[in-house]
């Protein structure tokens, strides 16, 4: 479970969250939505952190995320997160991008390494690619390799930031059925979108952004049907 608390974050004199909570259980998927520089990237970035919070906390299967404490290199071993841009290692083929981590994180041996990232490459349709470099993958591909080699850690929750966006748009359907497959399997996700199908259709909830506020959040029938707050049913009518 993770669970968000007052988090209050700025850049500077910029306030970016302010006082955020959130609870998303085991199982649930929730997308998030709202205008540009409403907080949603860096509310992903707070959950594993990568960055500091100025207030508030982040419990991640009820271990503080930004105690001083915490293991935070153990704590995102939980936590796969996929972002806008693709990332590969262009001079490893799409096999070593997926088995890097386990091996070199988690010091998992060669062999189990493959079998995993088979396992996973197979699961995300590309089976037939484990031989050829990132280069030769499509967009598309692409970011089903970065969402493969985020399972192959066997991460308990998945956070998904934009990973359609810089995608051709006859490119976005496989991705995302990718992200549906996951979800249908039980997977934990918060997913921060622009697609306003895959919200409607595959999460338990939607949380609106805005200017740093969780302005409204309810199952997507609620959200995309009768929203309550206006600021909701402007930013909707706007991506309508
Ligand atoms: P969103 O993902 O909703 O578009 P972000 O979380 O990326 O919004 O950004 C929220 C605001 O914080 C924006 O105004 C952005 O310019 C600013 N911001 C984000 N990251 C940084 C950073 N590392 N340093 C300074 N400002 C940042
Ligand atoms: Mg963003």
New binding site residues.
């Given amino acids: 479970m993770i669970e968000i608390e007052n988090v209050h974050k700025s850049?500077?004199a910029?306030k970016?969250l302010k006082g955020i909570d959130l609870t998303v259980d085991k199982g649930e998927v929730v997308s998030v939505i709202?205008?540009?520089?409403?907080?949603?990237?860096?509310?992903l970035t707070c959950i594993n952190g990568l960055?500091p919070i100025d207030e508030g906390r982040i419990l991640v299967d009820g271990t503080e995320v930004h105690a001083r404490s915490t293991d935070l290199n153990k704590l995102r071993r939980k936590i796969g997160i996929v972002f806008q841009q693709f990332n590969a290692f262009p001079h490893l083929t799409v096999l070593e991008n997926v088995t890097l981590a386990p091996r070199k994180v988690k010091g998992m041996g060669r062999k189990e390494a493959e079998e995993i990232a088979v396992r996973q490459l197979e699961h995300v349709g590309l089976g037939d690619k484990i031989k050829v470099y990132p280069s030769r993958l499509s967009g598309g591909q692409q970011q089903r390799m970065a969402i493969a080699r985020a399972l192959a850690m066997s991460p308990d929750y998945m956070l998904f930031?934009e990973v359609t966006s810089a995608l051709d748009p006859q490119l976005v359907g496989e991705v995302l059925d990718t992200l549906k497959l996951l979800a249908d399997g039980g997977m934990t996700m918060i997913c921060?979108t622009h697609e306003m199908r895959f919200a409607r259709e595959v999460s338990d909830r939607v949380a609106f952004?805005d200017q740093?506020v969780m302005a409204e959040i309810g199952p997507p029938e609620q959200i995309f049907g009768e929203a309550k707050n206006e600021a909701t049913r402007k930013f909707l009518s706007s991506v309508r």
Avoid: A, I, W
């Fill in positions: 850049f500077g910029l970016v709202g205008g540009s520089g409403s907080g949603k990237s860096t509310l960055e930031d921060v952004f740093g």
